[in-house]
């Protein structure tokens, strides 16, 4: 018999942790911060899960 565990992932954003649904997207994510889904970011895999940077350009 298999034992099925459910794993959640943690998202670093702006220095809070976030554990994020099943059904949730990183551009879902991002759309909750008001940027646009297409935001480029830069993941880094922590301990915890992962550390998003977005990558916004500046005028």
Same mark, same amino acid.
């Not at 943690?10 to 649904?21: Q, T």
């Not at 990183?26 to 940027?35: H, Q, T």
């Not at 977005?54 to 005028?59: A, H």
């Given at each position: 018999?298999? $034992? %099925?565990?459910?794993?959640? @992932? ?8 976030? &554990?994020?649904?099943d059904?949730? $997207? %990183?551009?879902?994510?991002? @759309? ?8 480029? &970011? ?9 550390m998003? @940077? ?6």
């Open positions: 018999m298999e $034992t %099925i565990t459910k794993k959640t @992932v943690s998202v670093e954003f702006e220095g809070k942790r976030y &554990v994020l649904p059904a949730v $997207t %990183i551009a879902m994510f991002l @759309v909750e911060f008001g940027l646009p889904e297409d935001t480029p &970011v830069k993941m880094t895999v922590t301990k915890e899960g992962f998003l @940077v977005p990558q916004i350009l500046k005028n």
